[in-house]
């Protein structure tokens, strides 16, 4: 990466903080206030009008600044045909962790990831109930709050706090994969924890107070931002099946060592292959 190249990611991460910050402000405002709470895919997959308009307001500002840039979000993504392009493409989702949001439960956040060349480069989660702003850009490393962070040096699952979600949607299949996974690993790790938040599961791991993390069914948004934060603080950021991350075929694993990957994917009895965002 050139001189430049990185000079222009930090001009964008900084445009992005300004923006999360503002984001973070409209969701402490909204908290416990929300009046319209609608389900999208069923009754666990919830959207707010606060979801909705920290989503209209960050794609607003995003469009002011850099016109040419493209932007994906959840809230607008059943009404518009998306995919990735070589342009500069922010992935937004406004609020990731809805239903936590919804029960005023603090770990939720919104998250702000840009694309360039179809890569993951700028990373942005930002948590205002916890005060936690993740910030990365792709080989300049990871920070909480402008502090280093890195992932802990965990190499056996049998060592290994593991973060687990339930998910939102209704698909059959993945929720049967849920079970069998939760069965498969229960009691051959320290712990299984189920939190809510992709975006913020992610930086958990990248900040060392986990060692692992994997989902079947969420999209882009929730882990563009994520990914670059995880990666840049020495996590193993790939398929469930350990091969390349691919941002929209709905999969993750994440871990601290290759080691605990390999031993995690292995343990995973059902790695169900949804359709691609
Ligand atoms: C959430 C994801 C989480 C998943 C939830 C939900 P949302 O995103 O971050 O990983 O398990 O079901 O999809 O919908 O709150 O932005």
């Not at 959207?47 to 840039?69: C, G, N, Q």
């Not at 989660?125 to 920070?143: D, M």
């Not at 995880?230 to 691919?246: F, K, R, Y």
Request: net charge negative; proline share 3%.
């Amino acid at each position: 990466m050139t001189t430049d190249t990185t000079e222009q990611y930090r001009e964008w991460i900084n445009f992005g903080i300004q923006l999360a910050k503002r984001a973070g402000t409209m969701m402490v405002t909204a908290s416990g206030r929300n009046t319209s709470i609608e389900e999208k895919s069923c009754a666990t997959d919830l959207v707010t009008e606060t979801d909705k308009a920290v989503e209209a307001y960050l794609f607003s500002e995003i469009k002011k600044k850099y016109p040419h840039h493209k932007t994906i979000g959840e809230e607008s993504s059943s009404d518009t045909h998306y995919e990735l392009s070589d342009e500069a493409t922010w992935i937004i989702d406004p609020v990731d962790g809805t239903m936590n949001f919804v029960h005023t439960f603090d770990f939720c956040c919104v998250s702000i990831g840009i694309t360039h060349k179809k890569e993951p480069v700028v990373g942005i989660v930002y948590n205002p109930f916890l005060n936690k702003l993740f910030t990365a850009i792709k080989n300049c490393g990871s920070y909480c709050n402008g502090s280093p962070i890195h992932v802990r040096a965990t190499s056996s699952l049998k060592d290994a706090l593991v973060i687990v979600e339930m998910g939102s949607d209704n698909e059959n299949n993945r929720r049967d994969a849920v079970c069998a996974n939760v069965q498969a690993l229960a009691w051959k790790c320290h712990g299984l924890r189920a939190l809510g938040s992709a975006a913020m599961n992610i930086c958990t791991v990248a900040s060392g107070q986990a060692d692992a993390y994997f989902e079947f069914g969420l999209h882009c948004w929730d882990m563009a931002a994520s990914a670059v934060i995880a990666s840049e603080a020495g996590a193993v950021v790939v398929d469930t099946q350990l091969g390349p991350l691919d941002l929209m075929n709905r999969r993750i694993l994440v871990a601290s060592s290759e080691s605990l990957a390999k031993q995690l994917s292995q343990t995973l009895v059902l790695h169900p292959q949804l359709k691609r965002d």
